[in-house]
């Protein structure tokens, strides 16, 4: 195997690698990660940034091994493993502490017959602080996971992930009900929820005459009425409290952005002179000439009646207040003062009063435009914009300021 550093995603699905080949997959991954690292200067890092593996007949062991490999790799950050024969019933808690010390911030396990006794473990243990998006799509969850999931979204465990996809399972009308109250009540972060195609199974076919017993009459009417509890759900209750996130998660980011260069201009101002220091004739000169002078002392009404011009406003003494005022007023020049909580405002003081931050932005604003378009056109305008972007939401993220941590939530929202 001999995979170059410039290749940033590997697509080797629809084969039939098997246990065996995904280990010899990673295995080769290792091997060349660990040569590309071990290069001397000028060479290129090392870059691989997905790897997708559908339909390959892979079990629990081929996942086992990615798993590791992604703990290993902090340039991994989606791992596909859709369509194959995974039930992640063996070795489930090395597993999840692996994944939970990964950098991975996709993993799609859909269409896998998942252990229900297993994905509960996994949503008790799991805390992978990068983890935005996890599909368990197709996966034939029962309602008794559902608990587990619920448990999941309410708790601090699951800030960062964006998006949860739970569809064509079978966690009914209660199991469904129960996490989107974990939603409305605890979630704020979570901006996509899978929640489709989940009521209790019934006979879909057949005419009336198939239905051999009253049991099956009614096992028939009781689905129906799981699938209408169900839409009421996913089509009423849901769609509401996703836009209430991105609502919030949008007001973070822009209160964090906004805020950044008011705080950097406070804490790194030059200190006003003293009182004391400014001499009494400079500022009676700054007041008026003849008032220096002593002309005009037999008439002081003269020099006002003489200029039309208003005397100039003095400026805000900013600078002069105790810096927890000074620091207030930043906050309000976010135009959002209660978007941030205490906790990310503090990461942004800390970071604002750094002085080499401002490099370090700068070089990262540099690197990024390096192979972006030049020229005047309008594309290319647009890459380098969208370049620029990237670079703060890495900023925003890196700091925890592009999720809601607010909390109570306002309740003019909800």
């Given at each position: 195997m001999d995979i170059r550093p410039q290749?940033?995603?590997?697509?080797?699905?629809?084969?039939a690698l098997g246990n065996d080949g995904a280990v010899a997959l990673f295995g080769g991954l290792t091997t060349q990660r660990m040569r590309y690292r071990r290069?001397?200067?000028?060479?290129?890092?090392w870059g691989m940034r997905e790897v997708h593996m559908p339909q390959n007949n892979v079990g629990d062991e081929g996942?086992?091994?990615?798993?590791?490999?992604?703990?290993e790799d902090e340039e991994l950050k989606s791992l596909g493993m859709q369509a194959n024969g995974i039930t992640v019933s063996c070795g489930l808690s090395a597993l999840i502490q692996k994944l939970n010390k990964s950098h991975l911030t996709e993993l799609r396990l859909s269409n896998n017959r998942l252990s229900p006794a297993a994905v509960e473990q996994l949503f008790t243990s799991l805390e992978a602080p990068h983890l935005r998006a996890l599909h368990l799509s197709?996966?034939?969850?029962?309602a008794e996971v559902a608990p587990a999931i619920a448990d999941y979204i309410a708790s601090p465990r699951s800030y960062g992930l964006e998006r949860l996809q739970l569809n064509a399972n079978s966690l009914g009308s209660k199991g469904v009900s129960a996490i989107v109250d974990a939603l409305q009540s605890s979630n704020f972060t979570l901006l996509h929820l899978g929640l489709a195609a989940n009521s209790a199974r019934a006979r879909s076919s057949g005419s009336d005459d198939d239905w051999d017993s009253e049991e099956e009459w009614s096992s028939a009417s009781d689905a129906d009425s799981d699938a209408a509890a169900c839409s009421q759900q996913t089509e009423r209750r849901l769609p509401a409290l996703l836009e209430r996130n991105r609502i919030l998660n949008r007001r973070v980011k822009d209160a964090a952005t906004r805020a950044l260069a008011p705080m950097r201009i406070i804490l790194h101002a030059l200190p006003p002179p003293e009182q004391g220091d400014v001499n009494e004739q400079d500022q009676l000169e700054k007041l008026s000439?003849?008032?220096?002078?002593?002309?005009?002392?037999?008439?002081?009404?003269?020099?006002?009646?003489?200029?039309?011009?208003?005397?100039?406003?003095?400026?805000?003494?900013?600078?002069?207040?105790?810096?927890?005022?000074?620091?207030?007023?930043?906050?309000?020049?976010s135009g959002d003062a209660e978007a941030l909580s205490e906790a990310q405002w503090t990461r942004i003081i800390t970071y604002a009063g750094e002085r080499a931050s401002l490099?370090?932005?700068?070089?990262?604003?540099?690197?990024?435009?390096?192979?972006?378009?030049?020229?005047?056109?309008?594309?290319?305008?647009?890459?380098?914009?969208?370049?620029?972007?990237?670079?703060l939401e890495e900023w925003r993220t890196r700091h925890r300021c592009d999720q809601w941590e607010s909390n109570p939530m306002p309740a003019n929202l909800w």
């Open positions: 290749i940033h995603r590997l697509d080797a699905g629809h084969n290069a001397e200067k000028g060479e290129p890092a996942l086992a091994n990615a798993v590791q490999y992604a703990s197709q996966c034939r969850l029962p000439p003849e008032a220096a002078t002593g002309e005009n002392d037999a008439n002081p009404v003269a020099p006002a009646q003489a200029s039309s011009e208003p005397a100039p406003l003095e400026s805000f003494p900013l600078l002069r207040l105790p810096q927890e005022l000074q620091l207030v007023v930043a906050r309000h020049c490099k370090r932005m700068a070089e990262r604003s540099r690197l990024a435009l390096v192979d972006a378009a030049t020229g005047p056109s309008r594309a290319a305008r647009h890459e380098r914009k969208a370049k620029m972007l990237e670079v």
